[in-house]
């Protein structure tokens, strides 16, 4: 499936709401949005976005010209939209993103809630995206990597989940990682229904200093593994510098320093202190902004 014909169909969904983004000063941004941002002329170099992608994706710079399709597509990104409500029909599952035999991709500053199946699925050996600065909410599945337990191809998945708003009314899959890896770091959780991030296949995840609010009643645990959980070979997921309130809990499983994302240079980032991540994830999702960027 071509992503851009469905954007197509998404973007007929697109309303004028906004979420009231904070107005920050450069030491309390995240490391991406310090990087353009503050630039006031930000319409006369719009092209500086595409050097401040970190994670898996990488930098972007050298995407500009490309056609954008987005099955196994490359450099590609996709940067405030308002995506909600989605249906599915034809070879459309009702979800918000999906992305097919995709790599290098970053997802930034979009708000997507409300659709009829998930609102991000990474899958079919799709591999080096970044999630970031994204608002979920309203939703019951929200986002999916990996396409199945039987696809093999997806032990290379490499995905950063970074600087992201998850809630209130998210139930599940926050994410939910199929055989592959993902770098989870520096989100807010404002609650969930039946767990924040899970797995099956054995994949690898790092939790590293993201604030989990718990739901005033229900389930506290953030975590919840699909499969037979073997002492012999657990699964490298745990957590690293989390902050948990209201009763949430954390189970870990495997050794903690087999799991890390081993950046490249231009993929490395600084991580915020858990303390730090309202005000870090506080302009997550579409940016409502003036000609002079104060937002």
């Known amino acids: 499936m071509a992503v ?58 050298n995407n500009v010209g490309r056609d954008v399709i987005l099955y196994k597509a490359t450099d590609v990104i996709i940067h405030g939209l308002r995506i909600h409500h989605c249906k599915a029909h034809s070879q459309m599952d009702g979800d918000a993103i999906r992305l097919v035999s995709a790599s290098k991709v970053w997802i930034d500053h979009n708000t997507l809630f409300s659709c009829q199946d998930g609102l ?22 929200v986002m999916l990597l990996g396409h199945d337990d039987g696809f093999l191809r997806d032990k290379d998945m490499k995905v950063t989940v970074a600087f992201n708003h998850f809630g209130p009314n998210c139930n599940q899959r926050m994410p939910r990682v199929r055989h592959g890896y993902a770098h989870v770091t520096n989100n807010l959780y404002q609650g969930w229904e039946q767990y924040a991030i899970g797995g099956s296949m054995s994949p690898s995840i790092k939790s590293e200093s ?28 745990y957590s690293v510098g989390d902050l948990f309130t209201n009763g949430a809990s954390f189970f870990q499983s495997g050794r903690r320093g087999m799991a890390r994302p081993n950046y490249t240079k231009e993929q490395s980032f600084k991580v915020g202190d858990a303390k730090s991540v309202k005000t870090l994830t506080s302009s997550a999702g579409a940016l409502k902004c003036s000609r002079t960027l104060r937002c």
């Open 4 to 61: 851009l014909s469905h954007f197509v169909v998404v973007l007929s969904f697109v309303s004028l709401s906004f979420f009231p983004n904070a107005c920050l000063a450069a030491s309390e941004m995240n490391a991406i949005d310090q990087c353009w941002k503050l630039n006031t002329i930000w319409r006369r170099s719009r092209q500086q976005l595409a050097t401040c992608s970190v994670g898996f994706a990488g930098k972007m710079a």
């Open 120 to 141: 991000l699925d990474v899958t079919r050996g799709s591999t080096f995206v970044t999630v970031s600065n994204n608002w979920f909410r309203d939703q019951d599945k």
């Open 210 to 237: 993201n604030y989990f609010i718990a739901p005033k009643s229900g389930k506290k645990e953030v975590t919840w593994r699909n499969g037979i959980y073997e002492k012999s070979k657990p699964w490298n997921f």
